[in-house]
């Protein structure tokens, strides 16, 4: 398989078993952020990795903030949650290390976060583990992210689930690029999909 081949075949799932990496194959996979587009060498990247006993933790600050967010949250919601979080392999929270008064703007520093956040699940990929990428209302809950350590103006992007593809997890079916592709000759692009869009 080319490193191609390789890229183009990885897909997030979530039917995860263990193993997760262990401390020295996580810090490898993580390395990976650190080869991220970056604009000001900024690396607002920050990762809580989350083992063992702390996924039962912050599963009840996580459910705290769900009903802090709705008082009237279902039983099933909170348990569904309760329940991925105590029992992904590993949970990784992804944080955002922002400075709205610096010069490049934060939605750059958000961007190269995501992008420095596909980068780890090409990673995982590539080492034979997988993830995938979560968020959910807890995420932009201020509280929340402040108990993971990111006080305003910091701010989480959600989460990493990570561990080893299990039986159940499936490769995802792709669209071909071709609609996404356009050629500029000076009129303004169309591209396939959105012509083809139900409007
Ligand atoms: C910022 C962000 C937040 C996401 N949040 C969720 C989520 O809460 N639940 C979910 O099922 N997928 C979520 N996704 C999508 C999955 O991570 C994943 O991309 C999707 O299941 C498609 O799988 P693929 O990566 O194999 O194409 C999110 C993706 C991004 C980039």
Redesign the pocket.
């Known amino acids: 398989m080319t490193p191609l081949d390789l890229l183009l075949s ?5 039917a995860l078993v263990q193993p997760a990496p262990d401390a020295a194959q996580l810090e490898r996979i993580l390395s990976a952020a650190m080869c991220a587009p970056d604009h000001g060498r900024l690396r607002p990247w920050r990762y809580v990795v989350i083992r063992d006993d702390a996924r039962a933790r912050v599963a009840e600050l996580v459910v705290a903030s769900m009903k802090r967010l709705d008082p009237e949250v279902s039983e099933a919601k909170i348990e569904k949650r309760r329940d991925r979080f105590s029992t992904m392999p590993l949970v990784i929270a992804l944080g955002m290390h922002l400075r709205p008064d610096h010069k490049i703007p934060v939605i750059e520093q958000e961007m190269a976060v ?1 992008a420095a ?2 980068n780890v ?1 090409n990673a995982l990929h590539f080492t034979g583990f997988g993830g ?5 209302d807890v ?1 932009y809950d201020p509280q929340f992210a402040a108990e993971l350590g990111f006080d305003a103006p910091h701010r989480l ?3 990493l689930f990570v561990g080893t593809p299990g039986p159940d997890a499936r ?2 079916r ?1 669209a071909v690029v071709d609609g996404y592709v356009a050629q500029w000759n000076g009129p303004a692009t169309r591209f396939a999909v959105d012509d083809s869009d139900a409007r």
Do not use: E, I, N, Y
């Open positions: 990885r897909f997030s799932t979530d995501a956040a596909m699940l995938v990428w979560v968020s959910g995420t992007a959600g989460f490769p995802a792709r």
